[in-house]
């Protein structure tokens, strides 16, 4: 596989909630090793449930407080909404009240010491919560926005899919097709009449494909694909196709664009009012790479018509990078192609033609032999 793909990061897996029960196994392995009462464990845990559903219920009052102010513009004037975006009252309200009913149960001393456990958990948790010690991980926040789908690369890769691809995909195999039939000796291989989109993770590219590199020539347009779209008349899309010159000086030829979303992120992370680090900006490209293609493998219309390069450009300038990375996707092609021509089953033709099979008709209504010496 091409080093290239080991950049893209793959969607998380369950490991972290197979971790934590394992971890609760060990808990629980060493907390029967120790050989303490039942009771006064029993005790301790649900003390223990009852100071976490206190402390949803403390920082969902908190945050109560800030969102009264904006009942309408953002909960549309409905307090019911706020509370429950606030105060999870369908679970930890019920989990409040069996924790401490349980607690109270067990107590066989001093009353005043629940009163007082409450009172100093409570105090602890507010505390935490003042001084801002209570925050998600940066892998949490991650992990919670690419479930949620909410990233800002999610939002790039399905307005570029909708937008454009979607648009323009299906017509590309036509258009090859047509430029082939002018041009017989350019296009060789069918396997590379796609759309090749480049994904820099930089997210920072020339406009102008052949100043990236001297070994990328502008040959021609394909045909030109026109339509309305969104109030304009006659829109036109259309792809370049490039020559790319090889070390042998062998020409190869495709259709390659960048994919222009990237230029969004990058200019995001130019500008101080999106407050976009450079890091942040590199994860979101390599979100936006995962995201367009499991949009795409999961659109029949647009099977077949595509090849995503994703590349990381190296520290030090190099000349014919990204001609190199796009040949090696060629010639990927190529082997793909004389695989899969190779694998498909030789089975024997059941067309029977005449020069394979001579048979004697008979001038006679009444059967005869097919011998020719009876």
Known sequence: SHPSTVLIPKARGGRAQRAAYLLLALCAAALYLTGEPLVPIARGLTSHFAALQ???LLKGTCYLAEEIFHLQSRHHGSFWRVLNACLPLRWHVPMLLVCGSAYVALLNEDRQ????HLVLASLCQLLVLALGLHKPSAVEMSEMSERSKQNVAHGLAWSYYVGYLKIVLPRVKKSMEEFSRANPNVLACRETWKLHILVP????????????DSNIQYLMDLAETTMTRAGTKKRVYKHSLYTIRDKDNKLWHCAVEYATPLQSLYAMSQDECAAFSREERLDQAKLFYRTLEEILRGSK???????????EEPGEAETHFLSREILWHLRQQQEEYALS????????STTLHSTELDLQISESDLPQPLRSDC
Do not use: M, V
């Open 54 to 56: 206190i402390w949803e």
């Open 341 to 348: 021509e190779g694998n498909q089953p030789h089975t024997p």
């Open 301 to 311: 219309e647009c099977a077949g018509t595509y090849r995503l390069i994703a590349y």
């Open 201 to 212: 993770l930089s997210c920072d590219f020339y406009d102008d494909l052949e100043k990236a």
């Open 113 to 116: 010491a629940l009163g007082l």
